[in-house]
């Protein structure tokens, strides 16, 4: 989800994802404290307000004055209610679109003003923060969000020494709207040749298709997972295990290892590799590492055993290209 904010896309990276907050609360204070059993009964707890107590039972040398603890200044933690403000969006891919979020008290509807509101996005394995925002004087906050696939988004208030904390009482769905390729024109009516009009529906094609994007971006959201030597995931991976596991998740069944990679991808020069293809070490018979190409001489790969999944460089001129159709 590469972003204008915290979400990153085409190279994307929900970058710097931690683990899904708790949503437990402390328990509100709502029964008396009671001392008397310390002390002996309510009636003498009642002349403790202020007292000198022997020192024969403290141990000590000199009186000690012991004040008790006034029940009337303890008070409960106020509700709040959380909400995601325009839940159900459509957009096209990579498309700016403002999430916004209001906290206010449950019940005088005030809105809660300079509160932390933990911004949380859902992945395969759970519900994680990725973005932390302050409420401005209206008890509002938003930020612009973009995605290539459609996401879930959810908030989260950890409550103060006076508020309850909470889940948002209502999720956001960022729904994206497939790309439609543009209409194109016959070669008589343009002018252009058949062969030339073939190649021209055929860039339109790979263009306005997100297939290769949308698995940058989910590639991205494995980082730093674990390599594991035969891993296919969701929380380990090798380099072979990495690829099958995005692929499958956008529909695409292609084989196990990186060789079978090899062999069930379509070959396409180093020259016009895009996101989202296949960069492969080795030789056909022997191939032996594969990532997943995110742009700009890197690609996003399950490296080697005590590392972890991350953007890596294209390190050797000596690599293949392969696409998934």
């Not at 896309?9 to 994802?17: D, E, H, R």
């Not at 996101?275 to 022997?286: K, R, S």
């Not at 050797?316 to 159709?325: K, L, N």
Request: charged share 15%.
């Amino acid at each position: 989800m590469v972003t204008t904010g915290t979400v990153a896309v085409s190279g994307v990276a929900l970058a710097g994802c931690a683990t899904a907050d708790s949503n437990s609360d402390d328990a509100s204070v709502t029964s008396p404290i009671t001392l008397g059993s310390q002390f002996g009964s309510q009636a003498s707890l009642a002349n403790l307000r202020t007292s000198t107590i022997n020192p024969l039972s403290t141990g000590g040398s000199g009186s000690v004055t012991s004040q008790v603890l006034n029940q009337t200044d303890l008070h409960p933690k106020n509700g709040v209610v959380l909400k995601v403000t325009n839940p159900d969006v459509s957009v096209k891919a990579d498309q700016p679109v403002e999430m916004g979020f209001s906290l206010e008290d449950a019940v005088t509807h005030a809105p809660l003003v300079n509160q932390l509101v933990k911004v949380q996005v859902k992945l395969p394995e759970g519900w994680a923060t990725f973005k932390h925002l302050y409420t401005n004087e209206q008890g509002f906050t938003s930020y612009t969000a973009k995605v290539l696939t459609t996401t879930q988004i959810t908030a989260i208030f950890d409550g103060t020494d006076a508020l309850r904390s909470t889940r948002s009482t209502n999720v956001g769905t960022l729904t994206v709207i497939p790309n439609t390729p543009p209409v194109q024109r016959s070669p008589q009516i343009t002018g252009l040749d058949a062969p030339t009009m073939s190649n021209a529906i055929s860039g339109a094609l790979a263009a306005a298709s997100s297939l290769g994007e949308r698995a940058v971006y989910l590639a991205a959201q494995q980082a730093g997972k674990p390599y594991v030597y035969g891993a296919e995931g969701p929380y380990t991976f090798d380099c072979s295990g990495l690829v099958q596991y995005v692929f499958k998740q956008l529909g695409r069944n292609i084989p196990r290892t990186a060789e079978g990679q090899y062999e069930a991808t379509t070959r396409i020069s180093q020259y016009n590799k895009q996101p989202g293809d296949l960069i492969f070490y080795g030789a056909p018979g022997n191939i032996y590492h594969v990532g997943i190409y995110a742009g700009d001489g890197k690609m996003w790969v399950a490296p080697k055993s005590g590392d972890v999944v991350s953007l890596r460089a294209i390190y050797t001129t000596s690599y293949s290209v392969g696409r998934v159709f």
